[in-house]
């Protein structure tokens, strides 16, 4: 009779330890994009501390982007001898009055796993002289890809001096020079945060 009711109820038995499992997995799921992570800034804010929006940002892509064959000239020192790793970032500031900036910033890139986010450390962003001024490519890596979060899904970037001086991207590019591909992220000028708190997402958009 116990038997009966074992099998009886097997299917049953079954859904809750499935549901469970699953219930867990995604628990675990937002713990590991907690890591390493600081709140969303007014750019484009996370659904959650630490981690990227849970919706897709919409940009006006009437106006063309930038590609690095553009007119504008590409950053100099693009050698790959001179870069420790396959992916180099270029940035192209926006042409707007105060779109440049003297301030300092860092980047993250994080890369979508099935159950969690790779995500790299902090990297900063500064050369030698004025970078980040209107108008302007500038050059930043090279970064190995053992570092983790690349190719990056999105780059999160924190203003880390000056809260004052704040800085306008057009856009990004991502160039892996180990397996020639690029990757834009292009924002249309959007400003980065400078909450002290927080940073601006700027999510992949080609391809």
Not at 141 to 149: A, D, K, L, S, T
Not at 178 to 191: A, I, T
């Amino acid at each position: 009779m116990n038997l009966r009711k074992c099998m009886a109820y097997g299917p049953e038995i079954l859904y809750v330890f499935v549901r469970r499992v699953i219930l867990y997995l995604y628990q675990i799921s937002f713990r590991d994009r907690d890591i390493g992570g600081i709140g969303g800034g007014v750019g484009r804010v996370g659904d959650v501390a630490g981690q990227p929006p849970s919706k897709n940002p919409t940009y006006d892509r009437a106006a063309k982007s930038e590609a690095l064959s553009s007119s504008e000239p590409e950053p100099k020192g693009i050698s790959s001898a001179l870069h420790s790793g396959c992916f180099i970032m270029y940035t192209l500031t926006s042409k707007g009055i105060y779109s440049g900036t003297d301030a300092l910033f860092s980047f993250q890139f994080w890369r979508s796993r099935f159950w969690s986010w790779e995500i790299s450390p902090w990297k900063p962003g500064n050369n030698a002289g004025d970078d980040r001024e209107e108008g302007h490519w500038d050059l930043y890596g090279g970064y190995p890809q053992g570092i983790g979060g690349l190719p990056a899904d999105w780059i999160y970037v924190r203003q880390t001096s000056r809260p004052f001086d704040r800085w306008q991207i057009k856009t990004i590019f991502m160039k892996d020079i180990c397996h020639n591909k690029l990757y834009e992220y292009y924002c249309n000028g959007c400003w980065v945060s400078n909450d002290p708190n927080g940073g601006t997402w700027i999510k992949r958009t080609i391809p």
